[in-house]
């Protein structure tokens, strides 16, 4: 609001300073040149300015529509993430379908067996492409990130502070345990038998 003013005293000194010098055209030339200058840059930049808030709206639309995406994806890899698993589980559950079927066909023959044995086998197998392994107990020192003691016993087979016995196997998922082994571990040979 004050520029204005000033400009317009500017532009009138001007004017009569070319008046008394006898110069008019040329100067009233150069202040109409400024003043139309102005006008232009001052709409360009505003233009160049609703472009730029443009873009920035735009970039900020795609940035979020890019986290939106991005955040859809990772909800549906951890939701589906047990997809091949269950592909291969679905599997060994066929064929102990199978097993059931065959003995109720013939009771009396080792179908059960065979095709239990088998859903057993291909169970293991699945778990292990998984990086699901069987922690390996019987004989190894005890360890209590492995095992789960659930009481002490003597053994003449086994060392004391070793695992004489595996109850219920423990299972390890990549380096992490998933499941400790529930053991019994050894003291060692029994005094008294000595």
């Not at 709409?43 to 529509?65: F, G, M, T, Y």
């Not at 955040?71 to 199978?98: C, G, H, K």
């Not at 699901?132 to 087979?157: R, W, Y």
Request: net charge negative; glycine share 6%; hydrophobic share 30%.
């Amino acid at each position: 609001m004050s520029t204005e003013p000033e400009n317009q005293n500017e532009t009138e000194s001007l004017s009569s300073e070319s008046e008394q010098s006898g110069t008019n055209e040329p100067l009233d030339f150069a202040a109409e040149s400024s003043q139309s200058g102005g006008e232009t840059s001052v709409e360009n930049l505003q233009a160049q300015l609703a472009d730029a808030e443009k873009r920035v709206l735009l970039a900020h639309a795609d940035l979020e529509n890019f986290r939106r995406r991005n955040r859809r994806e990772m909800q549906d890899q951890m939701r589906y993430a047990s997809l091949t698993l269950m592909t291969e589980i679905l599997e060994s559950v066929d064929n102990l379908q199978r097993a059931i079927e065959a003995y109720k066909a013939e009771p009396n023959g080792d179908g059960l067996v065979e095709g239990v044995n088998l859903v057993s086998q291909q169970i293991a197998a699945c778990l292990e492409n998984h990086g699901c392994k069987k922690i390996n107990a019987v004989g190894q020192p005890f360890d209590p990130n492995l095992h789960q003691a659930i009481q002490m016993q003597p053994s003449t087979e086994h060392a004391a502070n070793h695992v004489a016995a595996d109850l219920r196997s423990g299972f390890q998922l990549h380096e992490r345990v998933i499941r400790p082994s529930q053991v019994f571990v050894s003291t060692g040979p029994d005094s008294s038998e000595n």
